[in-house]
């Protein structure tokens, strides 16, 4: 996931004017904030500049981008877990496990899918196990199908749902 350095530096401002500690991560924003863009960025998320602040103070002590912080700021937020992550993941990156079958990534399938994490977890070690066959994930396999059907979604939106949790576990 590619950071939009304006919508960090947006971030940083409500993050810095609630009072606590600004990420390393959105440090390295070359501009300093500016308030007229934090109604962008909360109407982007559909979100108010309140809700959006709440959130973010929210995720923040409740440590980033963690399965708490990201639980955090949905709850102040009052938003859904995907839109949570989507915030959260941009602000504070993606911390910890980096393993495309991992919590993490278990966590980020299930959101994107609106499964249990249980189910995406499971999901994703009969991927990775279909991945060291010889011939590695052909996704218009029977197996590929099978994991799919298993999680009440299509092949293809299994496939896209993948696509997107490699990307933003790249820090894409």
Do not use: C, W
């Not at 939009?4 to 940083?12: E, H, P, S």
């Not at 993490?104 to 299930?110: C, D, I, K, Q, R």
């Amino acid at each position: 996931m590619k950071l939009n350095r304006r919508l960090v530096g947006a971030i940083v401002g409500v993050v810095a004017a609630a009072g606590i500690a600004v990420p390393a991560i959105a440090q390295t924003s070359p501009k300093p904030s500016k308030p007229s863009e934090l109604p962008s960025v909360a109407a982007s998320a559909g979100l108010s500049e309140s809700r959006l602040q709440a959130g973010l103070v929210a995720a923040k002590r409740a440590g980033g981008s963690t399965d708490a912080g990201i639980a955090a700021f949905a709850a102040a937020a009052h938003t859904s877990r995907a839109t949570a992550e989507r915030i959260v993941y941009s602000v504070f990156g993606i911390q910890g496990d980096r393993s495309l079958t991992g919590p993490v990534a278990a966590g980020a399938l299930a959101s994107r899918l609106g499964v249990p994490a249980a189910a995406a977890q499971r999901a994703l070690d009969r991927i990775g196990a279909l991945s060291r066959e010889p011939d590695g994930v052909d996704l218009h396999s029977a197996g590929f199908a099978a994991v799919a059907h298993d999680l009440g979604v299509q092949p293809a939106q299994l496939a896209a749902a993948l696509d997107a949790v490699k990307q933003s576990m790249a820090g894409k």
